[in-house]
Each structure stands twice: as C-alpha cells, then as structure tokens.
C-alpha cells in the first residue's frame, strides 16, 4: 500500500535552510574524548584530592567532574563536620547517598512535595524528618529533598563521604541549591 505525500512536504524537506557540520564534528569530539579517556586517571591518590572551604562546609574531594579521572557518572567528596556543627543545608534534583567514616550525627530531610499541573510545582515539608547515624552507617537522601547534616558529638569531628550523580547535568537538570551556608563559610 502506498502511502500519499503531500508534495508541500517533500519539497520542503529539501528546502535549502544552510549545512552545518554537527556530525562531522560529534565524530571528531567522540575521537577526541577517547584519546583524553586514555590519559585520565584510574586511581586518584589521596595527595590528588583537593580540600574546598565550601558554602556546605569543609569537603575534600574524591572524584569531582573537573578532576582528570576516567569516572564521568560520579562526584564524592568527603564532607568534615566539626564536633557539635553542621553542614549548610542544600537540595539536588539527584539522589545522594552518604557513608559514615567516624563519628555520630544525624541527617534532617525535609522531603520534597510535587505537582505538575501546568507548571512544576515543588514545595517541602515545613517539618523535616530526623534520621541518626553513626560510624558504619549508609544514608540515603532522596532526590530533591533539602537536607542537613549534624555531627551530635560536641569532643569530635565527624566524616562522611557523599555520592551524587552528575547524569542529570547534561540532560538539563543541574539543579543544584545551597538553601544555608555552613557556620563560619
């Protein structure tokens, strides 16, 4: 069975609207990225990590997408939170999962409420929900959830190490909020 084409279409389709090189040069970036890929570090050693006096504290970073490391998926950083202080208080459109080092704390999440009707809608609870960890312990924080970290021990530092995701990034979301500073930033 044919099908019938308006010929409106087809010549349009045709229409001379300029050429480009888009192809071309997504080729080449691709052969460019794998010879880069190639020098990129597989194991960063811990003189390579730099430390950051940051809005959400003092972190030290792991992997981080400006460091030349073969990972492209992830970022970690090892969040320092001094006895009896927290963190700045923030919230991502990527999920975070922690694991803790040393010490004793806990986490508020103030979960994220949302709506799409005709606009995205997104409001959080005025009431955050407390979660303690310790030593040993994995923390999840969903995505979006705005979220603080306390070390409850006033004698010692606690350590966690933080993972995100940097995926959403090139699809548009980086949605990134420093919504508190840290004590003393």
Request: with cysteine.
């Amino acid at each position: 069975m044919s099908r019938v084409v308006d010929p409106r279409e087809r010549e349009g389709s045709h229409a001379d609207t300029g050429y480009v090189n888009f192809y071309e040069e997504a080729l080449k970036a691709s052969e460019e990225f794998r010879s880069d890929y190639f020098n990129r570090l597989n194991v960063v050693k811990s003189a390579q990590m730099p430390l950051e006096r940051s809005r959400h504290g003092l972190i030290k970073h792991i992997i981080n997408e400006r460091m030349n490391t073969k990972e492209c998926c992830l970022d970690m950083y090892m969040q320092f939170l001094p006895p009896g202080k927290a963190s700045g208080k923030h919230r991502h459109l990527s999920e975070e999962v922690m694991y803790v080092v040393e010490g004793t704390g806990y986490d508020l999440h103030w979960d994220v409420r949302f709506d799409c009707d005709h606009e995205m809608e997104f409001t959080w609870d005025a009431e955050p929900k407390k979660y303690e960890w310790s030593q040993g312990d994995f923390i999840y924080v969903p995505p979006y959830c705005a979220h603080k970290h306390f070390n409850s021990d006033p004698k010692n530092e606690a350590r966690i190490i933080v993972i995100n995701s940097r995926i959403l990034k090139p699809m548009g979301f980086d949605w990134y909020e420093q919504l508190e500073d840290a004590e003393g930033y």
